[in-house]
């Protein structure tokens, strides 16, 4: 059974992710996408930052053009967990009642997400790809389903908010702006059984050195580098592009990646300048995260592979023999490069 009060529920809301005082990157996109729907829907957005000591982040918020900064800050919320935050985050939805509400596809976005859908009896969609508004004034969430075959569209009639996690680097952030919101704080009400769990201390696994969604050069690597041995051409070439290592599912399962460097459908959307894409077949759970690179290099063994359908040049044959040869050429490029510039030098 559904609300009858839809009318009630306003305005667009944003969640901000921040980890000991950054804000995540996803933050400024989520603002980004709610002001683009707040445009459509005459609406304003607001965003609703958690934690302790962030009333910095706020400002930054409102100086990227957030109306309104809900800001919620208590000791119990330095660090994230999920009673707490869902207690904060539901409450306010309860008594503000926006009609929409983004939240970060991450780790912490997914698991905050379906837990407060739960409290605030709504659907929620997962891991969007792009969001619109229909002519009823209802939000389109768009996800690839049936892996990445089917874009479904799903809409949220009957229940408020209408919510929808964002994967990050699908939509860009926008811009500073002159106009100035204001910060509204949140009174935080914690019980005893929001307490159940504590974090005790936060392990981080070794991330990339350089994150694939902001770098303009990105080398993949995909199952057809074969061992982790190998890799090590994936990386090397990455660094003498200066550029990030990403890379396909089987790489990720193999442990030569971490999470956040996967590239696709339940991984990364990138916008390098340059992809260039090694051992990788080019199935669409993977090109899907690619479409929007500038220029896209593929070296594969396997002519018929897919991944050349999608490429702006394609190389035929095995990385073994090609990869150590361009890493090669563009070191005696660099190092001359730079005997050219010691040499101009007064
Ligand atoms: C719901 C769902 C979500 C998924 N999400 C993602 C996602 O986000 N990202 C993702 O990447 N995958 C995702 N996958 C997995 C995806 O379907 C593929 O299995 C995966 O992308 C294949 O990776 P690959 O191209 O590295 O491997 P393969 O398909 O095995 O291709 C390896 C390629 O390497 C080539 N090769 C082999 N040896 C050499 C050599 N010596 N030199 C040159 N080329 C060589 C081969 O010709 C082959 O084309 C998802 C799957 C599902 C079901």
Redesign the pocket.
């Known amino acids: 059974m559904g609300i009858s009060n839809l009318g009630e529920w306003k305005g667009i809301w944003a969640f901000a992710e921040q980890e000991e005082g950054c804000l995540a990157e996803v933050s400024l996109e989520l603002l980004s996408v709610a002001q683009f729907l707040a445009k459509k829907r005459m609406a304003e957005v607001s965003v609703i930052l958690l934690g302790y000591g962030v009333e910095s982040l706020a400002e930054q918020l409102l100086a990227w053009g957030a109306d309104r900064v809900f800001l919620a800050e208590h000791p119990t919320l330095e660090k994230y967990s999920t009673l707490p935050y869902a207690r904060v985050t539901s409450n306010l939805i309860t008594e503000i009642k926006p009609e929409f509400f983004l939240l970060p596809a991450t780790s912490l976005g997914s698991d905050l997400a379906a837990r407060v859908a739960a409290r605030v009896n709504t659907g929620l969609s997962a891991h969007c790809t792009h969001l619109d508004i229909n002519d009823k004034g209802e939000l389109r969430q768009v996800v690839p389903a049936f ?2 075959k089917v874009m479904a569209t799903i809409l949220c009639p009957k229940h408020r908010p209408q919510m929808a996690t964002v994967r990050p680097g699908v939509f860009r952030k926008g811009e500073p702006q002159k106009k100035r919101g204001m910060i509204e704080r949140v009174p935080v009400e914690i019980r005893p059984e929001d307490l159940k769990q504590k974090v005790l201390e936060v392990h981080r696994g070794k991330g990339p050195a350089r994150a694939i969604e902001e770098a303009d050069v990105v080398v993949a ?6 061992n982790k041995d190998d890799w090590k051409w994936v990386e090397r070439l990455a660094e003498v592009l200066n550029g990030a290592v990403g ?5 990720l399962d193999e442990g030569w990646i971490s999470e956040d460097q ?6 990364k959307t990138i916008r390098p300048k340059l992809y260039i894409g ?9 090109v ?2 690619i479409q929007d690179a500038q220029v896209i290099i593929a ?4 002519p018929r ?1 897919a ?1 050349f359908q999608s490429a702006d040049l394609g190389v035929i ?4 023999k ?1 990869v150590p040869l361009v890493v090669d050429e563009l070191e005696k490029s660099a190092s001359s490069a730079r005997v050219d510039r010691a040499i101009l030098q007064p």
Not at 247 to 251: A, D, E, Q, V, Y
Not at 299 to 302: C, D, G, P, V, Y
């Open positions: 892996g990445g690597g995909g199952a057809g580098i074969g890379g396909t599912r089987p790489p996967m590239i696709g459908q339940s991984g090694i051992g990788i077949s080019g199935v669409i759970q993977h899907v995260g070296i594969n063994h396997e592979a991944i044959g095995d990385f073994r090609i």
